[in-house]
Each structure stands twice: as C-alpha cells, then as structure tokens.
C-alpha cells in the first residue's frame, strides 16, 4: 500500500474515531456544569475554572516534547527507525519528569502568593490550597509521562487512544456526581479529576507497551541526537504553545482582576459550550500531525507537495463544516440553550456564547494549517498566527475596556476581535505557503462554514418563544426537536452544495453504523437526483 493511501486510510479513521469519542465528551461536559452550579457558589465555580489557566501555563513545560513524540514517532515508523524512536522517548522522560517536580516545588512555596493573585476569599482559601495542589501535582505527573499517549498518536493508534481517553472520562463524571453531589464541593471535582488522570496514564502505558512491540524504556538510551532533536524542534513548539495558552485564555485572565472571580465564573459558563464543541473538528488537527509527518517521511517532491495540499483543504473543509455545524446553532439559540442546561439566566452569558461561538470557528479555521506546517517541520510557521493576535489584543483590549468600561461582555469582544484578524492574516499566509488559491479556499472552505448560521436563523425566534413559555423538562424536548430539524435541514443542504464524491463517502459511513439500509438508500437516491454539484 502506498503511502498516500496508507495516510487516507488511518487519517479517516482516525477522524471518525476521535470525533465520536469527542462527542461523548461533550455530553459528560454538557451535563457536569448545572449540575455542580447546584453545589457550589458562582465564587467556587470561578476558583475551578481559573486553576486550569494556571495548570495550562504549566502545561508548556512538556508541550513541545509531546509535539516532537508525535511527529518523529510518525517519521521514525515511516522510515523503519523505530531504534530512534525509543532513545528519543527516554530521552525526552529524562527530561520532563524533573521539569515537573521542579514546576510542583515552585508552585507549593508560591502557594500564598497565587491565591492573593487570583482574590480568593478567605473563607475559600483552605479549599483552594487543596485544590490547586491537587490539581497541579496530577497534572504535571500526566505531563511527564504524556510520551506512551504521544507515541500511540504517532504510531496512528488514535483509536486506542480515544478509547482511553473515553473510558477515563466517564468514570470521572460518574465520580462527579458522587463526589460533589455527596458534599465534597470543589474538591470532589478535583478528587474526580485526579482518578480520572490516573487511569489515563495507567491504560496508555500498557496499551503502548502492548501494541508496540519495538518499544524500550531505558536510561541507557539517552542520547544526544535526541536530545538535540527534542530541544530545536520542541523549543520552537514550546514558545508557540506558551502563546497560544495564553491567548486562549487571556479572556479570564484579564477578568480576575477587572471584574473578579465571578466575572470569571461568567465568561467561563459563556465560553464552555463553544469550547467544548471545538473538541469535535480538533480532530481533524490532531490526526493531521502524524498524516503530514508520515507523507514527509514517505514522499518526495511534487508528489509530496500535491498531497499535502490535497490533505489541507480536505481537513480544512470538513473541519469548518463540522465546527460550523455546532457554532451555528450554538450563535443562534445561546438564550434558550442557556436556560434549559443551566436553569436559571446569567446575565450576559448569551451574549459571551454568540462572540464565543463565532470566534471559535474562526480560530479553528486555523487549525489545519498549524497542525500540517508542525507535521513538515515547521513549526515557525505558527508565529504568523500568533503574533497577530497579540498585536491585535494590544490593540482591541484596552480600547474597548477604556471606551466602554472594563466587563467581561467588553474583554471578550476585544479577543473575539483579535482571534478574527488574525486567523484570517494566517489563513492567507498558509494558503499562499501551499500554492492554494484564495479563491478554491472561500469556495471550498469558507463558504459551507457559513450556511449553518442562516439554518440556525429559522429556529432562533420559535425555540427562543416556546421555551421561555414552556417549564424546562419541556424545554428540553424544544431544543432537542430543534437540534434534529436543524440538522436535517443542514444535511441537506450541505448535500445538495456536494460532490459526487463527497456523497459517496457519506453514503459508506451511514452504512458502517446504521442497522440497516434505508437512510443509505436515500442518500443514494438524492446523490443521483444531484446531476450537477455546486462544489467541485
């Protein structure tokens, strides 16, 4: 089997794998945060959500040594070096795991200090001193072991991966809704977290170990190759991934001390379907790092160049279609979606989930070109998206905060803003890297991205007024009903606006999960009805 075809084969399951692994996620999210707003104050909520900005920039400590796992795992099987793949990984837990222990120290004797920074009460402290420690010493630990989880990516194992990966997150929901339920408030969260993790790594170093029949772990395999190997590649990612951590959370990071804990605990309640909805097409970009790395290994020349290209705009087009799908009807029904999860209106938090919704799919417009120019090597490339937004926020921060005063409906315009610049600054530059016309790519991708948004827009006013007239065990029943005639009206259009071919890839994954075959017949009946597609 050819290498290209070996990469259209894995990267497709791959997707399909991980994005249903993703959806369940969504589910367990979309049920947690109600539920623990029952048990804990808004003030709590906001601690919980602001330790993960704090475990984030931590989390750079190891970022670019798992990017450098996955893309050299990937080149190294290519090439039949998978002696070179295990001195980098023992090269690479060499490093790490002090890193970490160091990171733990830090943050144990800095202790008083990052609690005043972030203004936690003093009736909250005791619990926020176990809860940031605990969460910070789990972390760091799957920080440093994270090498078995990035070598199965590598080796395209993504199924067993996300099948950890799912497993671990349903046993902590469950745990969360013991822990926190029985009394354990925020810390039955971190307790939940804590279990979680440690399955995770568990499960990865023997599914690695298993799978992998070439692996070896060793001091003795140390090397300096590697070692050089981890730093120029990983330090680049490194920065990079300090950046973007930043970036995406700089949100809250400015509303803790504008406006407070629960300014924080808004935004974040904002933010979280949008966030959690980009967890689907990031799928997309996951895979898409071990795709390029193992084209790079494999091919040469225009062969390589054609097949990059043809990688980018495909996973750029299915990527904005699927994140589009979930932003669109997020952006349109925010009001009522908000009350039936949550119970009760936040004020403002509407408003946060529309800017959210639109600036995440503008960011994850991003996605296949940082993914597919880390997979060639090229890690720099990622600046171009980067530097923007800093420039941008630099910008649209103070402006807006000075001329409308500083809340967290002003701060989150201000980064929507200067996410929307600069993705489409970075799409243009990666567009003219690969020789793609600007003009194929508004055709190809932009274009569907937008349909979702004029579907949603014929349910926002009906579901908005039975909802805010039903009781909410209805209005469960009004936005799943609405969920369903979006998405059918959506299909199809989506494809009406597709190619043969594309309807023949539909038509093969309807029948690998339908019991039978009558949704396939239809399809096969409307792809025959579709004589001249919009889209070529």
């Known amino acids: 089997m050819s290498h290209t075809e070996t990469v259209r084969k894995t990267f497709s399951r791959n997707v399909l794998i991980d994005i249903a692994a993703r959806i369940g ?123 078995f989880r990035d070598l199965l990516v590598g080796a395209q194992q993504l199924a067993s991966v996300q099948l ?46 298993r799978k992998l029949d070439w692996l070896q772990i060793s001091p003795r395999l140390f090397s300096s190759e590697a070692l050089q190997t981890l730093l120029s590649f990983g330090s680049t990612v490194q920065i990079s991934g300090l950046l973007s951590i930043v970036l995406n959370s700089i949100e809250r990071a400015i509303a803790v001390p504008m406006v407070g804990l629960a300014g924080a605990a808004i935004i974040d309640i904002g933010k979280k379907l949008p966030a959690m909805a980009a967890s689907i097409p990031s799928a997309f970009a996951s895979s898409l790092i071990p795709a390029s790395s193992y084209l790079q290994g494999g091919l040469k020349g225009d062969q390589q160049r054609e097949a990059q290209q043809q990688l980018y705009l495909k996973s750029a087009r299915y990527m904005n279609l699927t994140s589009a799908f979930v932003c669109g009807l997020l952006a349109t029904i925010s009001t009522p979606l908000l009350y039936v999860w949550l119970g009760k209106n ?32 090229k890690p720099l490339g990622e600046f171009h998206y980067i530097v923007p937004n800093i420039l941008f926020l630099l910008l649209f921060v103070p402006l807006l905060g000075i001329s409308f005063g500083w809340s967290e409906v002003s701060v989150s315009i201000a980064v929507a803003s200067a996410t929307a610049c600069s993705a489409a600054y970075f799409i243009n530059y990666v567009n003219d890297k690969l020789a793609v016309s600007q003009l194929d790519y508004i055709k190809t991708v932009v274009f569907p991205g937008i349909i979702p948004y004029f579907v949603g827009m014929l349910f926002s006013l009906p579901t908005t007024i039975l909802v805010s007239h039903s009781s909410r065990f209805i209005g469960v029943a009004v936005i799943i009903s609405t969920g369903i005639c979006y998405t059918a009206i959506l299909a199809a259009v989506i494809l009406k606006l597709s190619d043969r071919t594309e309807r023949v890839a539909i038509i093969e994954i309807a029948s690998r999960f339908l019991p039978s075959n009558s949704l396939s017949n239809l399809l096969l009946r409307f792809e025959k009805d579709c004589k001249k597609p919009a889209y070529r």
């Open 164 to 209: 950890i990966w799912t497993f671990s997150y349903l046993i902590e929901t469950l745990l969360i809704l013991v822990l926190v339920g029985s009394g354990h408030g925020v810390r039955g969260l971190a307790e939940a977290f804590l279990i979680r993790t440690l399955i995770e790594i568990v499960l990865s170093i023997g599914v690695a170990f």
């Open 25 to 147: 996620y969504l589910l367990t999210r979309f049920l947690v945060p109600p539920f623990v707003l029952k048990y804990v104050t808004l003030d709590s909520y906001g601690l919980w959500a602001t330790t993960f900005i704090l475990v984030s920039y931590l989390g750079i400590s190891s970022l670019g040594i798992s990017n450098v796992y996955i893309k050299f795992t990937a080149e190294y099987i290519a090439r039949g070096a998978t002696e070179r793949a295990n001195r980098l990984i023992s090269t690479g837990l060499m490093i790490s795991i002090p890193v970490c222990l160091l990171l733990f120290s830090a943050v144990y004797f800095c202790l008083p200090e990052i609690l005043t920074i972030l203004k936690v009460s003093d009736t909250l402290k005791s619990e926020a001193e176990v809860v940031l420690l605990m969460v910070v010493a789990i972390f760091l630990l799957s920080l440093s072991l994270s090498a």
């Open 346 to 377: 936040y004020t403002n938090a509407p408003l946060l989930m529309v800017i959210f919704a639109i600036s995440t799919q503008l960011h994850l417009m991003t996605g296949p070109g940082t993914s597919l120019l880390k997979g060639q090597g």
